[in-house]
């Protein structure tokens, strides 16, 4: 009991520590990253910088696992591998992910280790390596007359009197730090004249008229955040390798091939809530305890179609709850075991919340409709992204 | 209609369009903001003076790629455009005080903006990911 407790006051102290510091930061952080806007599910297939999972919370077999990529690490330590140059070489790099893992018992003591890869094969959704992102974003048409608009302005507003100040304001404007109302009025009259000057600008010019704290800056945020977590619904799929050692067992006494794949399903449709399609596979092979000696020889299959439905906030689109529903069929190749069937069918519910910008606590429920059993689990993950604080590292 | 042309080419004044500085007496005239510059042949090119210099703009994309377009105004005239795909600099030569630069682009991580020579606002400039969208008024 009191290690539960103390377990838990961890896991809290934690989640206010990450906060906490995050809140130190001097640099104002209001762009949504991609890890923050990222499904929970995705980040539980492929993470792009660090993962710290606390799983199964009230089974006696709980797990205290770290996920991570070879290229955070090193990037961290020499950030020159940030610049992009450099950075685009580095792709097989960042879609490799390995893991570690303790098992521990109920009282919180060790009872086993385990250490993993996994390897995107298709990944479709690190925009930050895309050419074909960046080209959608540039020839988007909103974008377009935004890039118009500011060479219209900074073509203008020399022959103004006063540009510098001027310069200087539309500056702040274009950083989001003044409105469009709070704008002086020639720089008002100017960008007014120009988006009423033709119909492909006249969104524009409606906008403008219409919303005096029109910000620009938080106006070209949306749009990117728009275009990313739609280039973030395309496909990924990973393969990997697993084992665990439990207490007193031989090394690679389980392991376990297995492959994921997920793709939203509704990518271009305009509803603010998603569906993604998540289907997952392993074969995992154990010691036959029947037979003497040591052997890989008793192999389990399983598969685990499922979908994930992501509840996004209404403005910024960002997922605070997660419900994914899955079938999960096991089978057994070799000889069954006393109580043991050779197929088994499960129907799996998680329940993921997101509790913090980066902090996800899943809780999963199995249910096995033939005998009526039903489990459930705890868990939960911390994802970090520290690559965007390592780049502004560079400019200190 | 060829010869018009011809006869119109020598009455022309380039030089006293692009001379023209803010804050100069040749401003004294007044100008109407709102129509877009006529743009012709002979000012798309940049005039040496004895207080032109060449002006480097650096990109550097960190964490992601980026794609920025720099362009190089006088007087509401368009007199240079160049464009960057990857970390680097832009050139542009005989740049004069009262010039204007626009920069429009994307980056998918971070992005630094250097230039120089002394600008309003002042450089470097820092973008996280998203879309670029500045201009500098060149001191």
């Known amino acids: ?396 | 209609m060829a010869k018009s042309v011809k006869k119109a080419i020598p009455k022309r004044k380039p030089q006293a369009h692009l001379s023209l500085q803010p804050g100069s007496n040749a401003t004294t005239k007044p100008t109407n903001h709102t129509n877009m510059p006529k743009l012709t042949t002979t000012s798309l090119v940049a005039e040496s003076a004895p207080h032109s210099l060449q002006v480097s703009i650096t990109f550097t994309f960190t964490g992601g790629i980026g794609q920025a377009t720099s362009l190089l105004f006088r007087n509401g005239v368009l007199i240079n455009m160049q464009s960057i795909s990857s970390s680097g600099n832009i050139r542009f030569s005989e740049v004069q005080s009262g010039d204007s630069i626009s920069v429009n682009g994307v980056c998918t991580g971070h992005a630094v903006i250097v230039i120089d020579t002394p600008t309003v606002p002042v450089s470097p400039q820092q973008f996280a990911a998203g879309i670029i969208l500045t201009g500098y008024l060149i001191q």
Request: aromatic content about 12%; some cysteine.
């Open chain 1, 1 to 396: 009991m009191i290690g539960k407790i103390t377990g838990i006051v961890m896991v809290l102290l934690f989640c206010f520590a990450t906060t906490l510091i995050a809140q130190k930061s001097p640099i104002p952080n209001p762009i949504l990253t991609a890890d923050s806007l990222a499904t929970g599910n995705y980040k539980d297939v492929l993470n792009s910088f660090f993962q710290l999972a606390f799983d199964r919370l009230t089974s006696p077999d709980k797990t205290l696992k770290f996920t991570g990529t070879p290229f955070a690490v090193i990037a961290k330590l020499d950030t020159v591998l940030l610049v992009d140059t450099i950075y685009k070489k580095y792709r097989t790099l960042r879609n490799l992910n390995y893991s570690f893992g303790l098992r521990l018992d109920s009282s919180y003591r060790f009872n086993g280790f385990s250490a993993g890869l996994k390897y995107a094969i298709i990944n479709k959704r690190d925009e930050t390596v895309q050419n074909a992102f960046v080209k959608t974003v540039l020839s988007n048409a909103a974008v377009k007359q935004l890039f118009a608009l500011n060479n219209q302005m900074v073509a203008k507003i020399p022959a103004m009197p006063n540009p510098w100040p001027l310069m200087q304001e539309y500056s702040n404007f274009t950083m989001g730090l003044i409105s469009f109302g709070a704008l002086s009025k020639p720089l008002q009259d100017t960008m007014l004249a120009f988006a009423g000057s033709s119909d492909s600008t006249r969104a524009l010019f409606e906008t403008l008229m219409q919303t005096p704290d029109f910000n620009m800056k938080r106006t070209t945020d949306s749009l990117y955040q728009d275009m990313k977590m739609n280039f973030n619904k395309n496909a990924l799929w990973t393969v990997g390798v697993t084992d665990t050692t439990l207490k007193n067992q031989y090394v690679f006494a389980n392991v376990v091939f297995h492959t994921e794949f997920i793709k939203s399903i509704n990518k271009y449709s305009k509803t603010k809530n998603d569906l993604e399609l998540n289907i997952r596979s392993q074969l995992q092979l154990v010691d036959d305890t029947l037979k003497a000696g040591r052997d890989l020889g008793r192999a389990v299959f399983n598969f685990e179609p499922g979908i994930n439905w992501v509840l996004n906030t209404k403005s910024i689109r960002k997922s605070y709850l997660e419900l994914k529903f899955s079938g999960g069929y096991y089978h057994l190749f070799n000889r069954v075991y006393a109580n043991e069937e050779q197929n088994q069918l499960w129907l799996n519910g998680t329940i993921r919340i997101r509790i913090f910008n980066d902090i996800w606590v899943p809780f999963e429920v199995k249910y096995d409709p033939r005998n009526g059993n039903l489990f459930g689990f705890i868990n939960v993950r911390a994802n970090f992204r520290a690559l965007a604080g390592a780049a502004k590292q560079l400019y200190k």
